[in-house]
């Protein structure tokens, strides 16, 4: 009797503590797609240009675009001609909670591939590549890592920038003062409100906020990374192999028959919704040579 008792109560520990971790085994996405006739996308509302609202309900972008592609694709593998998209709105400081639990299948925004990320969450085959900068306004006269001794400076909580800042501030020995905001456009208000001296970001998302301003001139990107670049890919439930080759089969189809190159000019190198903006960013070698040979960083 006592021996049952003990191995209950392991049992209930067990399950509290899985559950406490958030580590609930969600059952094979595919699978519960082809039940429910649904698959959910995390987007941002805000992250241009991989994922926004522009004038209509459902978000926009580059990551969207390529995330409807694999839907479609999808569509074809299950036979579910009808399969229905819910757009999910998240967050940098939940998203990975939302994947894992099963409110969201994919997150299609911008997230930065990374080994230890991987420990939590799988990502498809890249799909851009950047660095992460910093952006002050150019009154202040900041422009290099050195400039950011003794300031305020601002990341969004959730994201790697926050790690790569603090190891070049004990590093350096710059005494900087990190705040987090939960939110990138509040991270970019703040200097804009001179409540930080400098917002810490990857670079792409960066040059956005400022062109979406339409003051670029009051603005200054620093000249030096703070971290070199790394890539990006749609977020994935870890351990869904299932899932992941779906996904990265239907993204190697689109960089094989050269129409990501067409994808990407489209968002990045020409006028986008809603109001004209254009990034004027050709595509880089590093990430040309990415889609031309991509690599499954789940197998590494």
């Given at each position: 009797?006592?021996r049952s008792?003990l191995?209950?109560?392991?049992?209930?520990?067990s399950?509290?503590?899985?559950?406490?971790?958030g580590?609930?085994?969600?059952p094979?996405t595919?699978e519960?797609?082809?039940?429910t006739?649904?698959i959910?996308l995390?987007?941002?509302?805000r992250?241009i240009?991989?994922s926004?609202?522009?004038?209509?309900?459902?978000?926009?972008g580059?990551?969207?675009?390529?995330?409807?592609k694999?839907?479609?694709?999808?569509?074809?593998?299950?036979?579910?001609?009808?399969?229905?998209?819910?757009?999910?709105?998240?967050?940098?400081s939940?998203?990975?909670?939302?994947?894992?639990?099963?409110?969201?299948?994919?997150?299609?925004v911008?997230?930065?591939?990374?080994?230890?990320?991987?420990?939590?969450?799988?990502?498809?085959?890249?799909?851009?590549?950047?660095?992460?900068?910093?952006?002050a306004?150019?009154s202040?006269?900041l422009?290099?890592?050195?400039?950011?001794a003794?300031?305020?400076?601002v990341?969004?909580?959730?994201?790697?920038?926050?790690?790569?800042?603090n190891?070049?501030?004990?590093?350096?020995?710059?005494?900087i003062?990190v705040?987090q905001?939960?939110s990138?456009?509040?991270?970019?208000?703040?200097?804009t409100e001179?409540?930080a001296?400098?917002f810490?970001m990857?670079?792409?998302?960066?040059?956005?906020?400022?062109?979406e301003?339409g003051?670029?001139?009051?603005?200054?990107?620093?000249?030096?990374?703070?971290?070199?670049?790394?890539?990006?890919?749609l977020?994935?439930?870890?351990?869904?192999?299932?899932f992941?080759?779906?996904?990265?089969?239907?993204?190697?189809?689109?960089?094989a028959?050269?129409?990501?190159e067409?994808?990407?000019?489209?968002?990045f190198?020409?006028?986008?919704?809603?109001?004209?903006?254009?990034?004027?960013?050709?595509?880089?070698?590093?990430?040309?040579?990415?889609f031309?040979?991509p690599?499954d960083?789940?197998?590494?």
């Amino acid at each position: 009797m006592q021996r049952s008792t003990l191995w209950l109560a392991l049992g209930i520990f067990s399950l509290l503590s899985t559950y406490a971790a958030g580590q609930e085994v969600q059952p094979p996405t595919l699978e519960t797609i082809a039940r429910t006739g649904i698959i959910r996308l995390g987007y941002a509302d805000r992250n241009i240009p991989f994922s926004y609202l522009g004038t209509g309900p459902e978000p926009i972008g580059y990551s969207i675009e390529l995330c409807l592609k694999v839907v479609d694709s999808i569509k074809e593998k299950l036979d579910l001609p009808g399969l229905k998209v819910d757009f999910v709105k998240r967050t940098p400081s939940n998203r990975i909670t939302l994947l894992n639990d099963g409110t969201i299948d994919m997150e299609c925004v911008a997230s930065t591939n990374t080994e230890e990320r991987r420990k939590a969450v799988w990502f498809s085959y890249s799909h851009f590549i950047t660095g992460t900068r910093y952006v002050a306004l150019k009154s202040s006269g900041l422009n290099t890592v050195a400039d950011l001794a003794g300031r305020t400076v601002v990341v969004t909580t959730g994201t790697i920038n926050i790690g790569q800042l603090n190891v070049l501030n004990r590093k350096l020995g710059l005494n900087i003062a990190v705040l987090q905001n939960d939110s990138t456009e509040g991270g970019f208000e703040m200097v804009t409100e001179n409540r930080a001296s400098a917002f810490v970001m990857d670079d792409i998302l960066l040059r956005s906020f400022v062109a979406e301003t339409g003051r670029p001139e009051d603005y200054a990107i620093s000249n030096e990374y703070l971290a070199p670049p790394q890539p990006y890919g749609l977020m994935l439930r870890h351990g869904d192999t299932g899932f992941r080759d779906a996904v990265n089969e239907a993204l190697g189809e689109i960089y094989a028959s050269g129409e990501i190159e067409k994808i990407y000019e489209k968002w990045f190198n020409a006028p986008i919704p809603p109001n004209g903006m254009n990034l004027q960013r050709p595509l880089p070698d590093d990430l040309a040579d990415a889609f031309r040979n991509p690599v499954d960083t789940t197998a590494q």
